[in-house]
Every structure is written in structure tokens, then in C-alpha cells.
């Protein structure tokens, strides 16, 4: 783990890992906050997000959303409703503003994945996360949408803090903390 002005960086051997650094940031995320994913197909974006939503105490189950585009998750637990929204199939702003995803994001956390350079203006302060596995490749180049659980390699991230929001946020301990696994605060 290791941080600069460029963002606090983890290496995530597993994707049990992937998902226990999903659960160390909710406890730290709070609704109104926008989370905006990059990385190639496999990356680890979805199971990531199934740790944040496990943390979170959000109902189930988290899967890609790629052929719906976004999915509600509500609280199971009194905390924020989970948006998790994709922006793979979205071909233009237009589309992307027909999701309405600012209608909720005051309540909710948002996570957008494939978001980066279309989401960036519907919230002052976000979250982004690159994602990248070690072996550059894809998950499986014949079919994206493989569970990205089931491809368990190491993968690289950077956290990247844009906005006052994020400014007393140790993202050093987040990704450098072992997890506290399971249930929502």
C-alpha cells in the first residue's frame, strides 16, 4: 500500500480481498457519496461492490448490473440504500441522464462502474477506484459478464480522493487495514 497525489494504491491478492476492501470503505461512506469505477472487464469492480454492499447491510444479491443498467439495493439495517449502475451499455450523456441517477443521490450511495468521464459532474466530491488485474487481461474475452468472483488473481488499486468530502478520509487505512468482515454499522 502506498499513497501520494495520485491516490492511495493496494495490492488485492484474492477476491475475497476484493470484497473485504469493499466492506472496510463502507464504514466510511455515507449516503450522498458517489463511487465511480474504472478498470478492464474481470477487473473486480462487481465483487467489490459486493463487499461495499455487505458492509453496508444492503439487501442482495449484488451482481453486475450491466444489462439493467442500475440496481437499488435498500438497507436492511436504517443506513443508506445502495445505487450500483452501469455504464457499459450507456452509449451517450443522454442515456446516462435518463437514469436518474441524481434523483437519489442525496440517500444513497452511488456506485458507478465504467463512470469514469460521464458521472464525474453529479456529485462535487467522488470516489474513484481503478481497478486492475496484474495479468492485464480480461476475465474472459468471450464472455464479459463472467462473475468476476470466479477469476481469482491479484489485482492492483488506486484510490483516488476528488473533493472536500474525502478529506479527512484515511484511505490509507482502508486499504491497508485487515478487514473487520460482515453486517453494516
Given at each position: 500500500?502506498?499513497?501520494?497525489?495520485?491516490?492511495?494504491?493496494?495490492?488485492?491478492?484474492?477476491?475475497?480481498?476484493?470484497?473485504?476492501?469493499?466492506?472496510?470503505?463502507?464504514?466510511r461512506?455515507?449516503?450522498?457519496?458517489?463511487?465511480v469505477?474504472?478498470?478492464g472487464?474481470?477487473?473486480?469492480?462487481?465483487?467489490?461492490?459486493?463487499?461495499?454492499?455487505d458492509?453496508?447491510?444492503?439487501?442482495?444479491p449484488?451482481?453486475?448490473?450491466?444489462?439493467?443498467?442500475?440496481?437499488?439495493?435498500?438497507?436492511?439495517?436504517?443506513?443508506?440504500?445502495l445505487?450500483?449502475?452501469?455504464?457499459?451499455?450507456?452509449?451517450?450523456?443522454?442515456?446516462?441522464?435518463d437514469?436518474?441517477?441524481?434523483?437519489?443521490?442525496?440517500?444513497?450511495?452511488?456506485?458507478?462502474?465504467?463512470g469514469?468521464?460521464?458521472?464525474?459532474?453529479?456529485?462535487?466530491?467522488?470516489?474513484?477506484?481503478?481497478?486492475?488485474?496484474?495479468t492485464g487481461?480480461?476475465?474472459?474475452p468471450?464472455?464479459?459478464?463472467?462473475?468476476?468472483?470466479?477469476?481469482d488473481?491479484?489485482?492492483?488499486?488506486?484510490?483516488?480522493?476528488?473533493?472536500?468530502?474525502?478529506?479527512?478520509?484515511?484511505?490509507?487505512?482502508v486499504?491497508?487495514?485487515?478487514?473487520?468482515?460482515?453486517?453494516?454499522?
Amino acid at each position: 500500500m502506498s499513497g501520494d497525489g495520485d491516490g492511495t494504491t493496494c495490492e488485492v491478492p484474492t477476491a475475497e480481498a476484493m470484497r473485504d476492501l469493499g466492506r472496510r470503505l463502507a464504514a466510511r461512506v455515507r449516503a450522498g457519496d458517489l463511487l465511480v469505477l474504472s478498470g478492464g472487464l474481470g477487473a473486480g469492480k462487481t465483487t467489490f461492490v459486493q463487499g461495499l454492499a455487505d458492509g453496508l447491510g444492503v439487501r442482495g444479491p449484488i451482481t453486475s448490473p450491466t444489462f439493467v443498467i442500475a440496481r437499488v439495493h435498500p438497507s436492511l439495517v436504517g443506513g443508506p440504500a445502495l445505487v450500483h449502475a452501469d455504464a457499459y451499455r450507456v452509449g451517450s450523456l443522454g442515456e446516462l441522464e435518463d437514469l436518474d441517477l441524481d434523483a437519489s443521490l442525496d440517500e444513497a450511495v452511488t456506485v458507478v462502474e465504467w463512470g469514469a468521464g460521464l458521472v464525474e459532474d453529479l456529485a462535487e466530491a467522488r470516489l474513484e477506484l481503478h481497478l486492475h488485474r496484474r495479468t492485464g487481461g480480461a476475465a474472459s474475452p468471450q464472455d464479459p459478464h463472467v462473475e468476476e468472483a470466479e477469476v481469482d488473481e491479484p489485482r492492483h488499486v488506486v484510490l483516488r480522493a476528488v473533493g472536500a468530502r474525502w478529506a479527512d478520509v484515511d484511505l490509507g487505512a482502508v486499504a491497508a487495514a485487515p478487514s473487520t468482515a460482515g453486517g453494516a454499522r
